[in-house]
């Protein structure tokens, strides 16, 4: 299932998929791996400098992950493109 948002004239896409090889149930430790695609529909390039996601576990609440950039970059998106990476969570039950 995807999740998308747009906002001023950026889409941003997560697929989010269970990570059963990562995953540790015995441990109550359940990894998720996110696929998340930014696209840039509007008529300037653009630049992700920051990043923030809320992510909620039944077991722990919410969670907010605050930083710079993506997976450690500071990614340029021209007119028309994206770009595309992945991440993972470790939640609780």
Do not use: C
């Not at 997560?14 to 509007?42: C, M």
Request: hydrophobic letters at 40%; charged letters at 20%.
């Amino acid at each position: 299932m995807m999740f998308s948002k747009m906002t001023s004239n950026i889409k941003v896409s997560v697929i989010p998929e269970y990570d059963s090889k990562n995953s540790y149930p015995s441990e109550n430790r359940y990894v998720f791996k996110y696929n998340i695609t930014i696209e840039n529909d509007g008529s300037f390039p653009i630049k992700v400098l920051k990043r923030k996601w809320l992510i909620f576990d039944v077991g722990f609440g919410y969670t907010e992950i605050i930083g710079d950039g993506v997976i450690g970059l500071t990614p340029e998106i021209g007119t028309s493109e994206n770009f595309a990476y992945f991440s993972n969570v470790m939640l609780r039950l």
